[in-house]
């Protein structure tokens, strides 16, 4: 697949939610809550926990036999429902590893559910599908072992049929070990995604049974080819007959409009036999998915024997075509799209790695607010809701398998399981994904230390062609010259660059690659402490980062240096920033974390000069938990480096952006230089109504405008900026008063009991005229009353060893997170106070529908 155009073209599913079982629909009435079977039920709630094994204190608790059996009585295990992280309530230990998030996610947990399915569903088959489970999860029924899936990412469903008493309570038995796991950053603990119930008729369609493709698309009509698995699990042949009906998908997830049917396929099935059954149908005037306009459609297949339908299984699907070249670039739907992406790992903050909804949109909101048109899952498959989201807001994924291959990077990562399930995991990944129109390129990993092994390379680049030729597959190279010598990357469609572009020039003349798409799959790792700038050439001290946007450790460089290099080279087909979120863990460069010498593997000076830096790390044993990679800190408060990435990727969004703050009594009278993110090509500061001059910027160099002389006084900084000549966009920057008042708004005026949502409510610290105090970090106390609770709070110090549950939390430079939940079937207005000794008290209300 190394032509010269590389043509991939999709018809995607999308997983669309998570909360109740899908019932038989009418084509306009029901919003469609779960991919897959019809008979899906929400299993995450009424589950039992006990953890054994290390403790969070560090001590260690033997874990007793016979946890799985039935007759155990659990009564005095935890209460709780999933999705559940064991470790983000912590506590934070200094001597714990800061690569992890200094949290004790390691130990061995119990989870039990008693359920029972009714007397009427004897005869179907019962399923348990878990979205993901960290880690080596084993699963018992009644005491009967059902199974095992060790890796914590994948998805995996159970079959309990069995081992199931119909009519009588039944025991799932769940037992995780992180013990026995290893992992480079917060890789949570627990059953940390959603969990769900699934029964269908002996003869169904199978788990992720569907596969649509769109070989022909034009303005005039799409070719839907669509293969289905079919399942016969009875005991006898069967004759069935199947068929796919196709609509529109509208915002609520809700079928519309009918637009396609296929053809009845009738099939004989034996017994235990799987069968895949191939159909069309065609789309007139198909309305394609793009980023800018989304468009869904689902295909219902419906299975019948003797006129009866014995199953349904839905869809959801996207129509769009996808074009990798050399030369052009990407082109979505013959357009040239540029990769405007972020990295990400899974944490969701001070949530941890248990999975909600309104936290993910919440920072997809952020992401497409700066201009984020694209998503790297680094460094493992994501939740299901994450592909969902991308394929409604109109982003794209880079879709990634592993951190490690048969070499690890750590003693029990990956590398431990490899020979047995590399397969097995890669099917899974590429099963679940391959229909969402969002996935566009597969990754096989991530700077493993095999990049040079060009047989390992292929064999694994053959699996996903194997499940899925329609896209693309890649690997991120940190060692991209010793891939492309080695011939490794010759078996790869799409060459993924993390950082070293030193030659791109020879590779892009290279007769093996000159035709082989090249992406900055990783790119920058500018670190930095929102609120926070330090002068005179420091950028690191406190254990905390200048916000200047100029620090980065030895392999990254600052986001204007990377995008001199997308300039330099406008064949590449763009950037992941490393990272748009901070996360837990690796709090690069506080960080002793032996991994980071990988980075540079191929060059002995910087590797042995990154070797004394850790070994004095190690010595000081920073309090640093949580990264400072982050476009947005953890607390969801974007950093400046958010306006210089707005500013590149929306150049028609009107906009700019001062920095630093201008609160510098202590400066008086001296240098504090000014920096100004913005759209326009050129703009005028102006101090206390005096220009400080006009600077234009140089198109390919410049990427930011710096006034380096500044003479601090109190007072305003206002910014005007211009674009062709004209007034584009301001910006004000003001010397505040003392701290007078604390201010409290919420993402939500209402929300609802009956859903998993989340309120992200933002403290500020403001003076008597509402503006905010910059370095202002008085201690909070946080309190509610009406029908909700607190779940968490936090503040985006990098350095904070409060607990994310407590209700009191300093703010840092100004700020604070609250996250509140309302409370199960309980309704009217929740009140949210914030207090601070000698301040205004702040108050904000939700109302709970």
């Known amino acids: 697949m190394n032509c010269k155009k590389i043509y991939f073209r999709l018809a995607s599913l999308v997983v669309i939610l998570t909360t109740i079982g899908v019932r038989e629909i009418s084509a306009q009435n029901k919003s469609i809550t779960r991919m897959g079977s019809m008979n899906t039920l929400s299993f995450d709630q009424g589950w039992s926990f006990a953890r054994y094994g290390l403790q969070p204190d560090g001590t260690r608790k033997e874990e007793p036999s016979g946890l799985e059996v039935s007759s155990f009585h659990d009564s005095g295990w935890q209460k709780l429902n999933l999705p559940h992280d064991w470790a983000i309530s912590g506590p934070f230990r200094i001597e714990l590893e800061g690569s992890t998030g200094k949290l004790p996610w390691k130990g061995i947990g119990w989870y039990r559910k008693h359920f029972t399915v009714h007397q009427a569903d004897a005869g179907k088959r019962v399923f348990v599908d878990f979205d993901g489970a960290m880690a080596n999860a084993k699963i018992w029924l009644n005491g009967k072992y059902v199974g095992t899936w060790p890796y914590g990412y994948s998805s995996f469903r159970m079959d309990l049929t069995p081992f199931l008493e119909f009519g009588k309570e039944n025991v799932l038995a769940v037992r995780l070990d992180t013990e026995d796991w290893d992992s480079r950053w917060y890789p949570g603990a627990g059953i940390y995604r959603h969990v769900w119930l699934v029964k269908t008729d002996p003869v169904h369609v199978g788990h992720w049974g569907t596969y649509i493709t769109t070989p022909q698309v034009s303005d005039q009509k799409a070719v839907v080819n669509i293969v289905t698995t079919v399942n016969n ?56 998915w793009s980023i800018e306009t989304p468009h869904r459609y689902v295909a219902k297949t419906t299975i019948h024997i003797n006129g009866k339908v014995v199953d349904s299984y839905f869809t959801p699907f996207g129509v769009r075509t996808i074009e990798f070249t050399a030369k052009n670039g990407f082109l979505l739907n013959g357009k040239r799209v540029q990769i405007q992406g972020t990295c990400n790992h899974h944490d969701l903050g001070a949530l941890g790695a248990a999975f909600n909804l309104s936290a993910l949109t919440r920072q997809l909101k952020l992401l497409k607010d700066m201009g984020c048109n694209s998503l790297r899952t680094s460094h493992n498959p994501p939740a299901p809701e994450l592909l969902e989201m991308a394929d409604k807001m109109g982003f794209l994924v880079w879709d990634e398998a592993f951190d490690a291959w048969e070499k690890g990077k750590r003693k029990n990562d990956y590398n431990k399981i490899f020979d047995e399930w590399h397969d097995k995991d890669l099917t899974a990944l590429v099963h679940r994904d391959r229909n969402h129109p969002s996935v566009f390129i597969w990754s096989i990993g991530n700077e493993v230390m095999e990049q040079q092994n060009a047989e390992l390379t292929k064999h694994l680049v053959d699996i996903v062609h194997r499940k899925d030729p329609t896209r693309p597959v890649s690997n991120g190279y940190n060692d991209p010259d010793g891939g492309r010598s080695s011939g490794a990357v010759v078996a790869l469609d799409l060459m993924g660059v993390n950082y070293f572009f030193g030659q791109q020039a020879r590779w892009d003349a290279d007769p093996r690659y000159a035709n082989k798409p090249t992406l900055g799959s990783e790119t920058s790792s500018c670190v930095s402490t929102r609120g926070t700038y330090y002068f005179g050439g420091t950028e690191y001290k406190n254990w905390q980062i200048t916000s200047y946007d100029t620090a980065s450790p030895g392999w990254g460089c600052a986001p204007d240096e990377q995008f001199r290099t997308n300039a330099k080279y406008p064949n590449l087909l763009g950037e992941y920033v490393w990272t748009g979120f901070d996360y837990l863990g690796e709090p690069t460069p506080y960080n002793s974390d032996e991994t980071n010498l990988l980075n540079f593997r191929t060059d002995a000076s910087k590797k042995e000069d990154l070797e004394k830096q850790l070994a004095a790390i ?56 000014v920096h100004v993110y913005t759209s326009g090509d050129e703009a005028e500061l102006f101090l206390n109504g005096k220009s400080l001059g006009r600077k234009a910027k140089t198109p390919g160099k410049d990427f930011r405008l710096v006034w380096d002389k500044v003479i601090y006084q109190p007072g305003v900084l206002k910014v005007l900026s211009y674009k062709k000549g004209k007034l584009w966009a301001t910006d004000v920057v003001k010397t505040t008063g003392a701290m007078a008042k604390l201010a409290l708004s919420s993402d939500r005026t209402s929300t609802k009991a009956d859903k998993d949502d989340l309120c992200f409510i933002t403290l500020k610290v403001t003076d008597k005229a509402g503006l905010m105090v910059p370095g202002s970090n008085p201690d909070i106390h946080f309190s509610i009353e009406g029908p909700g609770e607190i779940v968490a709070t936090d503040n985006g110090d990098a350095t904070s060893f409060v607990s994310f549950q407590s209700h009191e939390r300093p703010a840092f430079n100004g700020m604070a997170l609250l996250i509140v939940k309302p409370k199960k079937g309980a309704k009217g207005m929740i009140t949210i106070k914030a207090q601070s000794d000698g301040l205004a008290t702040g108050f904000t209300k939700i109302q709970v529908q």
């Open 618 to 673: 190690r010595k000081n044993n920073p309090p640093s938990r949580s990264s400072y990679f982050g476009i947005i800190d953890l607390a969801g408060f974007p950093k400046d480096r958010f306006y210089s990435y707005q500013a590149q990727w929306r150049p028609n969004l009107p906009m700019a952006h001062i920095l630093p703050h201008w609160n510098w009594p202590e400066r008086l009278d001296s240098i504090t230089p």
């Open 233 to 288: 699990q009875s005991l006898k042949d069967e004759k069935a007959i199947v068929r796919t009906t196709l609509y529109e998908l509208d915002k609520l997830d809700k079928p519309s409009l009918q637009v396609g049917v296929t053809k009845d396929i009738s099939i004989d099935i034996n017994a235990g036999e799987n069968k895949g059954v191939s159909s069309k149908a065609i789309l007139l005037k198909p309305k394609l």
